[in-house]
């Protein structure tokens, strides 16, 4: 039950009392109070208040009136402001973004080392490497020795790459969030399997329903591919941190809270990879879980709320497939469309509460199962033997819920 009588009398005496002309002439106004407003401003000017005992007794009606209706009008609308506050936080959605976003990166990042051009550049480099070089013996087993450790010597790569990242998220009756930011990463390509780190930063901002939300969110995580045969393997192991503030306008009246946010998350893919006519077609499936815990906060103001802490656990599967095509050893162009499904989903439910008072209002959290549309695509050029230039755009798509995304990165080899 939301009836906090006292402490919007509180309110309404130290904001609306004594001040009744200011607010009529150019204050805030709430809804229908104006025609109460506006019949007291006819008794003061027709000069009866204080005249007769009945005037005296209509105006303090009207403003007994008056009152009652502005606690449930503030009530209403405190009560919206706050809901929508929670809903808004509940959502994750700078979150749920920069992991699409990170996880696009990683697979241009990937793809680019699957090149089976590289192959033939080992053996190119092996020989070049060779010429001059004298064996103590000449048979084919030496050869061979020293050709497969050039090979591999060319094949084991350090690679260091950055992209920088950007994202736009619309959800149905919530505030859009924009993001941008930077990914770079290092990783170490063996003959059968690939080992990588990354870490990366991005500033996101959602404003609307008169909240701004505003929030710097830093990913580190551990990447690997491993091949049997034609099928190919992807983990990807990361933790996170999201420091927010926000900020929400309320009759005027500002409201600020900072809070802090983990998260963490494991994804694994697998394929099997067909070829056909230099076209790697691969069908693949996939499984992802995410932990998402917002610490308990308490926002300043006119009016203290405490808010409690909320966690969120989803695991979803994946059905879709990787068409690649390359170019030359440096260049390819990849598209990948997948379906994705919750297979699993708990939340605690968000609670606000006045500071020192039992009263809450509760926004139930959202275990509904979704189904999304996500497509990514990208290519890369390169610039030179150790420099080549990516871009990638993707999106997760369902009916209530867009988030676009894109990338523009750099790598280097040595």
Same mark, same amino acid.
């Given at each position: 039950m939301y009836m906090l009588q006292g402490r919007w009398r509180c309110f309404i005496e130290a904001h609306?009392?004594?001040? +009744?002309?200011?607010?009529?002439?150019?204050?805030?106004?709430?809804?229908?109070?104006?025609?109460?407003?506006?019949?007291?401003?006819?008794?003061?000017? $027709?000069? +009866?208040?204080?005249?007769?005992?009945?005037?005296?007794?209509?105006?303090?009606?009207?403003?007994?009136?008056?009152?009652?209706?502005?606690?449930?009008?503030?009530?209403?609308?405190?009560?919206?402001?706050?809901? $929508?506050?929670?809903?808004?936080?509940?959502?994750?959605?700078?979150?749920?973004s920069i992991i699409s976003l990170s996880k696009n990166a990683l697979d241009a990042r990937v793809i680019s080392l699957l090149n089976p051009n590289n192959s033939s550049m080992a053996l190119a480099s092996a020989i070049k490497n060779l010429d001059g070089v004298e064996f103590a013996s000449c048979d084919d087993e030496a050869l061979a020795c020293m050709i497969r450790d050039y090979t591999k010597r060319f094949e084991t790569n350090n690679n260091l790459w950055a992209n920088i990242l950007g994202a736009k998220a619309y959800l149905k009756n919530s505030p859009d969030t924009k993001i941008y930011g930077f990914i770079f990463g290092y990783d170490y390509a063996f003959d059968s399997d690939i080992v990588g780190v990354f870490f990366s930063y991005a500033k996101a901002k959602s404003s609307g329903d008169n909240i701004v939300n505003s929030s710097d969110n830093y990913q580190l995580g551990i990447y690997s591919k491993s091949f049997f045969g034609n099928s190919e393997l992807d983990s990807k192991i990361y933790y996170g941190i999201s420091k927010s503030d926000y900020s929400k306008n309320v009759l005027n009246s500002i409201y600020t809270a900072d809070y802090d946010t983990n998260f963490a998350g494991i994804e694994l893919e697998y394929g099997y990879v067909f070829d056909t006519n230099n076209i790697f077609i691969?069908?693949?499936?996939?499984? $992802?879980?995410?932990?998402?815990?917002?610490?308990?906060?308490?926002?300043?103001?006119?009016?203290?709320l405490h808010y409690n802490k909320t966690t969120n656990k989803n695991a979803t599967a994946k059905l879709g497939v990787e068409l690649r095509k390359y170019y030359d050893e440096y260049s390819y162009f990849y598209f990948k469309p997948a379906l994705e499904r919750d297979i699993y989903k708990s939340g605690t439910d968000s609670v606000a509460n006045f500071v020192g008072?039992?009263?809450?209002?509760?926004?139930?959290?959202?275990?509904?199962?979704?189904?999304?549309?996500?497509?990514?695509?990208?290519?890369?050029?390169?610039?030179?033997?150790?420099?080549?230039?990516?871009?990638?755009?993707?999106?997760?798509?369902? $009916?209530?819920?867009?988030?676009?995304?894109? +990338?523009?990165?750099v790598k280097y080899k040595f």
């Open positions: 609306f009392v004594g001040s +009744t002309t200011a607010y009529y002439a150019g204050g805030p106004k709430i809804g229908t109070m104006q025609k109460y407003f506006d019949r007291i401003e006819y008794f003061k000017n $027709n000069g +009866t208040i204080g005249v007769e005992a009945g005037s005296v007794n209509a105006i303090i009606e009207l403003a007994q009136e008056i009152f009652n209706t502005a606690i449930k009008e503030l009530q209403s609308l405190e009560k919206n402001s706050i809901q $929508n506050s929670l809903e808004a936080l509940k959502l994750n959605t700078n979150i749920n691969k069908p693949l499936i996939g499984l $992802n879980y995410n932990y998402i815990k917002t610490k308990d906060f308490n926002e300043s103001g006119d009016i203290n008072n039992e009263y809450s209002i509760i926004s139930q959290a959202d275990e509904k199962k979704h189904t999304y549309i996500n497509t990514t695509l990208g290519a890369e050029v390169s610039l030179n033997n150790s420099f080549s230039i990516n871009a990638n755009i993707g999106a997760k798509l369902r $009916n209530n819920e867009k988030i676009y995304n894109g +990338t523009l990165g």
